[in-house]
């Protein structure tokens, strides 16, 4: 069931749509190498560390990127909220000190701190001065995602090993049974001895079945094409050390083959240098949405938000209890302001 109000929802086309033309028009380059770590390091040498991979494709047992520099990163970001709320400063200088304190407390470092006065500067010609606007201007927060889940989109979670990734999935499960949506559900999880029988345990709780196997992949992605089967599919991974090239292959032929959106599954505890640096090599495999765990476990929130801003990523949800039952949360800026705001 959508709640979606449809005017939001063909705003929200149209800017895809901007978004898409404005990719096709950015300059891009392709990379052709043997092996797909050599093509990586050939991408990362011609247009910087930061490169963003558009798109991948094997042909004749080479391997070719297109890529394109970060700097052009900005056409994927999402607009900030038009609406604007939360604390209020009555000058400019205390708003800023409001910003820098929540970088510090957080840990969230210059380049993100810069980037929120930069856009809060943009704020000042008005008084008071708000802070939530800039923030979501610099990271994509998506508040409604649970009630506009597409059944045409898989959701597939990846992330690093115990990050929350079944636990979430069974948890986007559920909450998807309670809105009367129909699911299918996939884990690709063998590796781990007991992963499977993790998520179909939880599943059973709920009556649902559980495939289990790259086996049928193929199948279920296909399913996504019959718009009257009207089920959402979910997909489970092995955790993936994404500093392990074995572990990066796996991602590259999985997303290759998966061409949708996956979205990225990492600990709140996690510190905001690893976790940037972690996101940023998912994004190079296609991973566009962040879902961000264990908020219950750290009073710092400064892991994920880095890694959203340093790659776009939309927060589409958080998890504050290991217990399926307890559901999902959604995450809108204003709350996320007074999240990262000290107590009191
Ligand atoms: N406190 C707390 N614990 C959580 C939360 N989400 C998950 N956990 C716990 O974190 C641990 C790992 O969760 P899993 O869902 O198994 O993690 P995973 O990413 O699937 O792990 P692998 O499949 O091994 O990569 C489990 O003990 C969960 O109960 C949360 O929001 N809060
Ligand atoms: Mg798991």
Same mark, same amino acid.
């Given at each position: 069931?959508?709640?979606?109000?449809?005017?939001?929802?063909?705003?929200?086309?149209?800017?895809? #749509?901007?978004?898409?033309?404005?990719?096709?028009?950015?300059? !891009?380059?392709?990379?052709?190498?043997?092996?797909?770590?050599?093509?990586?390091? #050939?991408?990362?040498?011609?247009?910087?560390?930061?490169?963003?991979?558009?798109?991948?494709?094997?042909?004749? &047992?080479?391997?070719?990127?297109?890529?394109?520099?970060?700097?052009?990163? /900005? $056409?994927?970001?999402?607009?900030?909220?038009?609406?604007?709320?939360?604390?209020? =400063?009555?000058?400019?200088?205390?708003?800023?000190?409001?910003?820098?304190?929540?970088?510090?407390?957080?840990?969230?470092?210059?380049?993100?701190? +810069? !980037?929120?006065?930069? #856009?809060?500067?943009?704020?000042? $010609?008005?008084?008071?001065?708000?802070?939530?606007?800039?923030?979501?201007?610099?990271?994509?927060?998506?508040?409604?995602?649970?009630?506009?889940? $597409?059944?045409?989109?898989?959701?597939?979670?990846?992330?690093?090993?115990? $990050?929350?990734?079944?636990?979430?999935?069974?948890?986007?499960?559920?909450?998807?049974?309670?809105? /009367?949506?129909?699911?299918?559900?996939?884990?690709?999880?063998?590796?781990?001895?007991?992963?499977?029988?993790?998520?179909?345990?939880?599943?059973? %709780?709920?009556?649902?079945?559980?495939?289990?196997?790259?086996?049928?992949?193929?199948?279920?992605?296909?399913?996504?094409?019959?718009?009257?089967?009207?089920?959402?599919?979910?997909?489970?991974?092995? &955790? @993936?050390? @994404?500093?392990?090239?074995?572990?990066?292959?796996?991602? =590259?032929?999985?997303?290759?083959?998966?061409?949708?959106?996956?979205?990225?599954?990492?600990?709140?505890?996690?510190?905001?240098?690893?976790?940037?640096?972690? %996101?940023?090599?998912?994004?190079?495999?296609?991973?566009? =949405?962040?879902?961000?765990?264990?908020?219950?476990?750290?009073?710092? =929130?400064?892991?994920?938000?880095?890694?959203?801003? %340093?790659?776009?990523?939309?927060?589409?949800?958080?998890?504050?209890?290991?217990?399926?039952?307890?559901?999902?949360?959604?995450?809108?800026? +204003?709350?996320?302001?007074?999240?990262?705001?000290?107590? &009191?």
């Amino acid at each position: 069931m959508s709640t979606a109000d449809p005017e939001k929802q063909r705003t929200r086309n149209l800017k895809q #749509e901007g978004w898409r033309w404005e990719l096709l028009l950015s300059p !891009q380059t392709k990379v052709t190498a043997p092996s797909l770590s050599k093509a990586l390091e #050939e991408v990362k040498t011609t247009l910087g560390q930061d490169a963003i991979i558009v798109a991948t494709e094997e042909r004749d &047992g080479e391997i070719i990127l297109t890529a394109m520099p970060k700097e052009n990163l /900005k $056409s994927f970001s999402v607009s900030p909220s038009e609406s604007s709320s939360g604390p209020l =400063y009555s000058d400019a200088l205390s708003a800023i000190k409001a910003v820098c304190d929540i970088c510090d407390t957080h840990q969230l470092g210059h380049t993100f701190c +810069d !980037q929120w006065l930069k #856009e809060l500067s943009r704020d000042f $010609s008005v008084m008071p001065v708000g802070i939530t606007r800039s923030l979501a201007a610099i990271v994509p927060f998506c508040s409604s995602w649970i009630e506009e889940v $597409s059944a045409r989109q898989p959701i597939i979670l990846v992330g690093p090993p115990g $990050s929350g990734k079944t636990v979430m999935l069974a948890k986007i499960a559920a909450v998807l049974l309670s809105q /009367k949506r129909k699911i299918k559900v996939l884990t690709l999880d063998t590796v781990k001895a007991g992963g499977a029988l993790q998520l179909q345990s939880y599943l059973e %709780a709920m009556n649902q079945k559980l495939l289990i196997g790259e086996t049928h992949l193929k199948s279920v992605l296909e399913s996504c094409d019959f718009l009257e089967n009207d089920e959402v599919v979910l997909i489970d991974t092995p &955790g @993936i050390n @994404i500093m392990n090239e074995e572990d990066q292959n796996f991602l =590259y032929r999985f997303s290759h083959e998966v061409n949708s959106p996956l979205t990225l599954v990492l600990g709140a505890d996690m510190n905001p240098i690893d976790a940037e640096e972690i %996101a940023k090599n998912f994004y190079f495999f296609n991973t566009r =949405y962040l879902v961000t765990t264990r908020m219950d476990m750290t009073k710092r =929130y400064g892991g994920f938000l880095n890694a959203a801003m %340093a790659c776009s990523l939309q927060i589409i949800a958080y998890s504050n209890t290991p217990t399926i039952g307890d559901g999902l949360h959604s995450l809108a800026v +204003d709350q996320m302001i007074e999240y990262l705001r000290p107590a &009191g």
